[in-house]
């Protein structure tokens, strides 16, 4: 960008820049031309205007000079005056008096103070559109009045408001039509942040022919993943739920064993244990609908489950009320998946929520050995368990619980962060959602 400190004033969404893209032009295009008429036209013809009355002007204070008298003088001027279309008054003006709004009566002044000499004063605000002229002459003051469409045209703001009412009028019109091709561009963002948050929102490519493309390409896309995250289910699904036979087999086998077995037992529990974890990975999260539902209550009822599995789970601070598009099911697959891991690895877990306008933030702490730093990013992929700091052999899993976790969280369009819990020195889980702006 050629003006990096312009970027900060421009506007952030495409309606923003297209309208200003539009009306920057027009709006420019407009100033320039009417600066340039109003001092190339009305400044010029003002001109023009104003040294044809000076030179009457100069004429009839030469005719009072040459008087014989003061009467002589009153009656000669009084005379010419009418022959110049002007009317003697006895109102003298001193100085210059416009009003504030009078552009072209700088010119009319200037004008006149040049060509008429011993001019005493220019009055440019007498009613109705009338304009008084003191001439300082042999015989004293001598005050005229006359026409101000004499020194200026009558309506020279006439041009501008044409020029502005249609200027705004095709300004209207040609966003009505930029508009309607911005249209698709919108739903397609929309359709994108939706299927980011896992759900699926109706789209028709429409507009310009760039615009059903990008919409058709955005269409087969999202068709792809949903293939392919159907493909994975269903593989994952049926491994899972073909190895539940031998597993079966194998635990009835041990039953009828005389010997102790509890080993193997143990093992098999662990690899039920593995297939459940599989499963769960597996389960389609699609098939849920999304509704609005209180993240706080889903929060609050986690937190008695796992209380009532004994665990040693407690609220930190107060859990509010937070209603927004959620699919309940997931989010509480998630809360218990989260809450148990914790109370798996440590003793003590604690739940807080923070609820802000944008987004809220569902903090998740134990007390456990916690995680490398880093690590953090590894510990979220699936089928990763990390070698050092959680204990392996203290938990039997494939490493799928966060994993599970991280694809819920996205599915929903949120993103999940780990750290240092600095209130129970353990791992630290955020899992921040983002809030609908309200309408």
Known sequence: MIFPWLKRYMPRSLYGRAALILILPVAVLQIVVAVA???????????????VLAIELRYLTSQINNAAGAETAVVEAGRIARALDMELTADPVDGVIKGWSDISGIT????LNDEVPKLSGINLALEPSLVGVTLSTDH??????????????????????WMVAIGAVMLVISYMFLRNQLRPVKR????????????????????????????????????????????????????????????????????????????????????QQMLDAFL???????????????????????????QR????????????TASMPLRPMAIG?????LISNGAKYGTRVGVSLAVSERSVCITIEDDGPGIEPEFYDTALRPFTRLEGGRNQN???????????????????GGSLRLGASDALGGLRVDVVLSRPAPD
């Open 280 to 306: 769960n990975f597996a389960r389609d999260e699609g098939t849920e609908e999304t509704e609005i539902a209180d993240l706080g209550q889903l929060i609050t009822d986690a937190i008695q489950q796992s």
């Open 188 to 271: 397609l963002a929309v359709a994108a942040a939706a299927f980011g948050r896992g759900q699926v929102v109706s789209l028709t490519p429409t507009g310009a022919t760039e615009m059903r493309a990008a919409g058709t390409a955005f269409l087969d896309m999202r068709a792809r993943i949903e293939r392919q995250a159907q493909q994975r289910r269903l593989m994952l699904s049926g491994i899972s739920h073909d190895l539940r036979t031998p597993l079966t087999r194998m635990r009835l086998g041990l039953s009828l064993i005389d010997e102790d077995t509890s080993e193997l037992e143990g093992d098999v529990d662990a690899m």
């Open 309 to 320: 599995a004994g665990f040693d789970v407690t609220a930190i601070g107060a859990i509010s």
């Open 394 to 412: 203290k938990v039997a899993g494939v490493g799928l619980g966060l994993a599970i976790a991280n694809d819920i969280v996205r599915s929903h």
């Open 108 to 111: 009319i002044a200037r004008v």
């Open 140 to 161: 004293g003051l001598f005050t005229v009045t006359l026409d101000r469409r004499r020194l200026s045209p009558k309506n020279p703001h006439q041009l501008f408001v």
């Open 37 to 51: 008429f109003a001092q190339r036209h009305f400044d010029g013809v003002t001109e023009q205007m104003s040294r």
């Open 333 to 337: 697959r998630l809360l218990d998946n």
